[in-house]
């Protein structure tokens, strides 16, 4: 023990020994170009190390983290990738909540010193979740690939598989959902020639066959009720069509869709004339956090593909009692597009129940592809919206989740280079106040340019989920599927319901 602490000891001094003092020979009054661009952010104190590159060749890089109230970190590389050792900076963190730290990069070319202005990073005092769930997947559309439903612990680099697609050939994994952000309540959808609904609640794993005779198609987009008794579904009649415009891919319109709400203690589906509108889209669902109401985007039912960029969806709400699983009979509209030829998805309620957060374009309800759209942020007390431009750039911000303490945020971004989407985490505190985002560190941030996947749906999880993927490969491999059932007094008014 003595030998093994002596060669520690012998080691750090070596490296202290090797650090060339700098004496810098110019001063830049400007902040250094790194990536990912961590300067001026808003972490939380149980982040892992926010690694970045100094943009640029040099001989040399030397870097100072100092904590406002104690702490300081020195690193010293011939290289511009800054590796920062996890055990000092959760200390750095954990003794700076609430305040700074200050970080100095110089720089080294031709034998010269070039130190740039300090810049700060900001350590939260609000805790954040566990980890993040997200669907890492090809940016592609016209091959089938390799996919999955990830995990990774936010307070380190640890990411582990939840599902691939590769334990059921041919198969998709996606649309996965939690309650709240709590693992051991998760739905998560299987398409292909094992389809199913996963829904695993209670620590118990079922599969569903959610298609019924009087419903569009299966259960689509998901929302859990706080109670966890209810999960809100869309049912969606989807189509995928191609641009022939070289700076737009691909767009997916609903020629119908509804919404549903489905019982899990009676094994019930059930709606309302108002969600179910012949003349009109229903889709993406979400509930208040007191379960009283939801939130969903409607848009005026119009012929597609003719029509598919006059598709413009409005925000509405409608009153749900949860003890009889009811409906109110008036639907509000809290966002009309209309007049500004826009359109809202992913409505997101804070969990604090403040505000509701949701995705803006110009057209449609399948944002990820839409280069204009951006996030916007609605203070449920007073009605106003305002855009996040706190966060939005000028490419595609889309999906969006928040912590379970509402101080926190989530999104997918194209920012980078038009084709991935990456997650991006900001703040948002107790006045409203949105911090500058920062990229989901990485142990090494090339990462992000060497990676094929896209990160899709991320979603906060409040500790790790546990799948039993042999259980699951089991059941899918079986065929056999509980069935979802329809209330008797529901009815739904879409127009091919009743030969469905």
């Known amino acids: 023990m003595k030998i093994a602490f002596s060669y520690l000891l012998l080691l750090l001094l070596v490296a202290v020994a090797c650090r060339e003092e700098v004496a810098p020979s110019e001063s830049k009054d400007e902040w250094p170009t790194l990536f990912p661009d961590y300067t001026d952010v808003t972490i939380p104190a149980s982040i892992a190390p926010l690694n970045f590159r100094v943009e640029g060749v040099y001989d ?3 870097v100072v983290v100092e904590g406002s109230r104690q702490g300081r970190i020195h690193l010293q590389r011939k290289r511009a990738t800054m590796a ?17 730290l200050n970080v100095t990069v110089a720089v080294k070319q031709a034998g010269r010193w070039i130190r740039y202005r300090s810049f700060p990073i900001h350590v939260s005092d609000a805790p954040i979740d566990y980890g993040l769930a997200y669907r890492l997947i090809p940016p592609g559309y016209e091959v089938y690939g390799k996919m999955g439903i990830y ?18 050939p041919g198969n998709c994994v996606n649309c996965h959902s939690f309650r709240m952000g709590d693992p051991g309540l998760m739905s998560l959808h299987i398409r292909g020639a094992y389809g199913a609904t996963l829904l695993l609640s209670e ?15 299966n259960c689509v987009y998901p929302y859990w009720h706080p109670s966890g008794r209810y999960i809100a579904y869309s049912v969606n009649e989807t189509r995928q069509v191609f641009h022939e415009h070289k700076d737009k891919r691909v767009e997916v319109v609903d020629a119908r869709s509804d919404i549903m709400v489905y019982n899990l203690e009676s094994n019930e589906l059930f709606t309302c004339p108002q969600l179910t509108s012949a003349d009109a889209f229903e889709t993406f669902p979400a509930f208040s956090p007191d379960g009283r109401t939801l939130y969903f985007c409607s848009a005026e039912a119009r012929p597609v593909p003719n029509e598919y960029n006059q598709i413009r969806y409005n925000l509405c709400r409608i009153a749900f009692d949860p003890e009889s699983g009811t409906f109110g009979s008036d639907v509000d509209t809290l966002v009309a597009t209309s007049g500004m030829e826009r359109s809202v998805s992913f409505p997101r309620p804070s969990y604090d129940g403040k505000y509701l957060m949701y995705t803006l374009a110009d057209y449609g309800n399948f944002s990820i592809w839409h280069k204009e759209a951006d996030l916007w942020l609605l203070d449920l007390a007073t009605g106003h919206s ?9 490419d595609v911000e889309s999906y969006h989740s928040w912590s379970s303490n509402s101080r926190w945020f989530v999104f997918s971004s194209r920012r980078m280079d038009g084709l991935y989407t990456r997650p991006y985490i900001a703040s948002i505190d107790e006045a409203g106040r949105v911090g500058k985002p920062f990229l989901l560190p990485q142990k090494d941030p090339a990462y992000y340019e060497s990676s094929l996947y896209s990160f899709n749906i991320p979603e906060f ?11 699951i490969e089991k059941k899918a491999l079986s065929g056999e599927r509980r069935a979802f059932q329809m209330r008797s007094n529901t009815r739904s008014t879409s127009p091919a319901s009743d030969s469905l």
Request: charge should be negative; charged fraction near 25%; proline fraction near 4%.
């Open 151 to 168: 995990q990774r612990q936010l307070s380190d680099f640890s990411q582990n598989a939840l599902i691939e697609n590769t334990l059921l």
């Open 84 to 100: 920062i050792p996890p055990d000092r900076w959760n200390r750095l963190l954990e003794e700076n909540k609430g305040s700074d």
């Open 461 to 471: 999880v409040a500790g790790p989920v546990h799948l039993n993927v042999r259980e």
């Open 60 to 62: 040399a890089v030397d």
């Open 203 to 217: 620590g118990q794993l079922h599969l569903y066959n959610t298609k019924t005779d009087r419903t569009i198609s």
């Open 386 to 394: 305002r855009e996040l431009d706190e966060v939005n750039s000028s």
